[in-house]
């Protein structure tokens, strides 16, 4: 569907090109400016060290498939496709020979770039998270390590996905963009990685990706825009009540910086209502409660619900020495 689609583009090239055959004799030809993965006139071009040459967005597509291999000999390949330099006379040759064509090559490829940059694999946990919280992962399955390969030659970016029934993603839940900060792969194939969660989005299409053991993908929209309203007496009486708990339990603060991350400074309201959502999870360990702490879209209704879980907790050292550790950090499965 696609090639069919572009034909007329490739023949609008190699027409312009044969037009410009019969003017000068040193002529570029059509097919020496076709990228071999699109067929159209190559964008951005990128040279890779074995000599053949893509456009900038179809090598990044293909580099998340074949990893660290050329997409047309399969020579070893290290390049990042994202931050690689462009092959710059190439691209001034592709200007000046076929202007309009490239003019409209630059805007299908920046449409794809976003589509692509709005694609992402999903790694399932038990347990919710929100953004600014630090994620540390061991992973081990076959599918999450498919992903954490993908990731890392391409954007370090995945979708986590809480979810406590059955490991499927479906239209409109919603999930976090994770950045991957550090990634250590062990000889065995295992990755310890740690991330960062950056926002919230919504899911708007999944599928399981093919030969990847059951790798989920999924399109997605940043999430609704945060209401930001804070009460500044509501929001200082919580941040009291948290505080207190540190000076109440100790090590307590310790765990938390170690597993979700600093408490950010109370200036930032919203970053500092994840944050509270966060802990709240970790010491109520009420990872489907906070399924509704995920979804709110208004920060003073997160700082309400967060309250009120945080007075039904006992902590070690509070009201029940023996409650134990809070939770551990996560690990897949
Ligand atoms: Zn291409
Ligand atoms: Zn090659």
Not at 277 to 306: I, Y
């Amino acid at each position: 569907m696609e090639l069919e689609k572009d034909i007329p583009r490739v023949q609008d090239h190699k027409l312009a090109a044969a037009a410009t055959t019969a003017s000068s004799s040193a002529s570029i030809e059509a097919d020496m400016l076709t990228c071999p993965l699109c067929l159209n006139l190559v964008c951005q071009p990128i040279t890779v060290p074995c000599g053949h040459t893509f456009c900038r967005v179809c090598l990044y597509m293909a580099m998340q498939r074949s990893k660290k291999k050329c997409p047309n000999c399969r020579a070893v390949c290290h390049v990042e496709p994202a931050s690689h330099a462009v092959n710059v006379m190439l691209a001034q040759i592709a200007q000046k020979c076929f202007p309009k064509q490239y003019e409209q090559r630059l805007l299908e490829s920046k449409q794809e770039q976003e589509k692509f940059e709005s694609t992402s694999p999903i790694f399932f946990y038990n347990n919710c998270l929100f953004p600014g919280c630090l994620l540390h992962l061991h992973l081990f399955e076959q599918r999450y390590r498919h992903m954490i390969n993908r990731c890392v030659s391409s954007n370090r970016k995945f979708i986590y996905l809480p979810n406590f029934t059955d490991y499927k993603a479906k239209t409109g839940d919603v999930g976090l963009l994770a950045y991957i900060d550090e990634c250590e792969f062990l000889p065995d194939g295992r990755a310890l990685l740690k991330a960062t969660i950056q926002k919230r989005v919504k899911v708007t299409n999944t599928w399981v990706e093919e030969g990847t053991q059951g790798l989920h993908y999924c399109q997605f929209h940043p999430y609704v825009e945060e209401d930001k309203t804070v009460d500044e007496e509501e929001l200082n009486a919580v941040h009291k009540q948290v505080n207190g708990l540190f000076n109440h339990v100790p090590g307590l603060k310790d765990q938390i910086v170690h597993h979700i991350g600093k408490q950010p400074p109370l200036t930032n309201p919203v970053l500092w209502s994840f944050w509270l959502a966060a802990f709240v999870t970790m010491v109520s360990r009420s990872g489907v409660q906070s399924m509704s702490l995920l979804k709110t879209t208004k920060t003073s209704e997160r700082l309400k619900q967060s309250k009120r879980l945080l007075s039904q907790v006992s902590l070690p050292g509070r009201n029940n020495r023996n409650s134990g550790q809070a939770a551990a950090e996560p690990m897949a499965e």
